[in-house]
């Protein structure tokens, strides 16, 4: 018997996964490859982050997911390269020979080069970074709780958030609910006039991809929520202890969380092909690599170009090009060609803490509580199983109902246990 053609997908994000989905019942072996053992929905992060939802309600085993297809099975490894002449995907538990490639290691956080921010920011890209956020909320207030100078506490309370666009506006709602709606029931003794969240964004205005009246509807909500929004604020250096605007001025802060940048993962680097902005692979409309038909790159890692500009870094993409690419490599296999890519925008959204929310739906424009009812709906469907799905509703309605968020614990990771009594 001729053995079955190979499909090697590197990253088990929105992408590979949505690819390795549509390929179930093709005549095809698939095999994903991933660093992490979890498929990853983040949308939701900010709210592991800001102590709304655990880290397993927003993630799930890559093998649970894909134990419904016959032909798929799981590789936890990190991708490094690939060998194109030899057909193989090259990773640190070996080379893997592939018939076909699918590239979707999605992207990373891009501190532009800057030292004082990759040092001193927490990126809000993977599930630990969310976790190490939460951690530092939570520390920051129990240090400040026992701290006299009124002046470092002050600076211990600056929680700033860099980035206007949606992860940002998210995080800087969901952070000024958390420390006005329920940190400030646990933390009677402390001065809470002290606590400032502050999001920076150099452009000037919020969420740049929305429409004119949005963005002042997102900008306006979160100030009535206590957020201080600083626009035309470009951040030039961060220490332990403050934020250095280019403008000269300066923000006493001793937690920054950065959103303001985003590049394709570093495999994209390693391939040897040409890039375009934010280091994404240039591909063909057809999503194939040029010389390498057989390799196709997709999701927040490809190029993809649409009417002269790349297509946004976005869940919908990444899941459509899945699919593209199925269709695709089950057409050649029946001896068609490849056909172009197009993408159908399915419109975007940004809630703002409880009760707000903006979404741009094509002609559609919500704002408030409605755009707030349909972000929740969209969310909740999307969720990325049934069980998740239940878990997250009760927490949201538990925080909705009692201003409370149970999960409001400092977890050490296992490599940083306290030090304990000899
Ligand atoms: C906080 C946050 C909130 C977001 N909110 C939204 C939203 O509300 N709506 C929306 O449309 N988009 C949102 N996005 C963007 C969205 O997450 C991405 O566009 C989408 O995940 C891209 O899919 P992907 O498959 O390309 O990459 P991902 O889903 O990121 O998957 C990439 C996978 O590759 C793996 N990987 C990376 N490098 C390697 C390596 N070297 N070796 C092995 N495996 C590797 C990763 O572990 C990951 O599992 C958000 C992003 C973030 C960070």
């Known amino acids: 018997m001729t053995p079955r053609p190979r499909v090697v997908i590197a990253g088990a994000g929105f992408g590979g996964l949505t690819c390795a989905r549509a390929l179930k019942n093709a005549p095809v072996d698939v095999l994903l490859v991933d660093r992490n053992n979890y498929h990853l929905f983040t949308p939701l992060l900010y709210q592991v982050a800001s102590a709304v939802l655990d880290p397993g309600e927003i993630a799930r085993p890559v093998r649970q997911l894909i134990r419904p297809l016959r032909n798929a099975d799981f590789l936890l490894a990190n991708v490094t390269s690939v060998d194109f002449e030899q057909r193989q995907l090259l990773t640190d ?8 490639l699918v590239l979707a290691s999605g992207s990373q956080s891009d501190y532009f080069g800057n030292a004082s921010l990759a040092q001193h920011a927490f990126g809000l ?8 956020v939460r951690n530092r909320i939570l520390m920051r207030f129990e240090e400040a709780r026992w701290t006299v100078d009124r002046e470092r506490r002050r600076t211990l309370l600056t929680f700033a958030v860099v980035g206007g666009g949606p992860t940002g506006v998210e995080m800087a709602g969901a952070l000024a609910e958390l420390t006005r709606l329920v940190l400030s029931k646990d933390y009677r003794d402390l001065d809470l006039d002290l606590v400032r ?18 963005r002042e509807a997102a900008r306006r909500s979160l100030e009535s929520k206590g957020v201080e929004v600083l626009l035309k604020a470009k951040v030039a250096n961060v220490t332990a202890s403050s934020i250095l605007l280019a403008d000269g001025h300066e923000i006493p802060a001793s937690t920054v969380i950065w959103t303001a940048g985003v590049r394709a993962s570093e495999v994209g680097g390693d391939l040897g092909l ?7 692979v240039q591909v063909l409309p057809t999503l194939q690599v040029n010389g390498h038909p057989e390799v196709f790159v997709i999701g927040d890692l490809a190029g993809a ?9 976005l869940i919908p993409v990444a899941m459509q090009e899945g699919r593209h690419v199925a269709a695709t490599i089950r057409d050649v296999l029946r001896g068609y060609g490849a056909t172009n890519f197009l993408y ?3 419109g975007i959204m940004a809630t703002i803490g409880r009760n707000s929310a903006v979404a741009q739906l094509g002609p559609i424009r919500l704002t408030g509580f409605l755009g707030w009812l349909m972000w929740l709906f969209v969310h909740l469907i999307n969720v990325i199983s049934f069980r998740s799905r239940l878990i997250v509703l009760v927490n949201w309605a538990w925080d909705y109902l009692f201003y409370d968020r149970p999960i409001r614990l400092i977890l ?6 306290a030090p304990r009594p000899k």
């Open 274 to 280: 040409p890039l375009g902005r934010q280091g994404r």
């Open 125 to 132: 890209k993977e599930l630990d970074e969310g976790l190490a």
């Open 305 to 313: 170009v649409d009417g002269g500009a790349q297509l946004p870094m």
């Open 412 to 417: 050490r990771a296992a490599d940083e246990k």
């Open 344 to 346: 159908k925008d399915p």
């Open 93 to 100: 538990h070996g080379p893997l020979p592939y018939d076909y």
């Open 197 to 214: 969240v502050v999001l920076l964004e150099a452009a000037g205005w919020l969420l740049g991809t929305f429409a004119e009246p949005l």
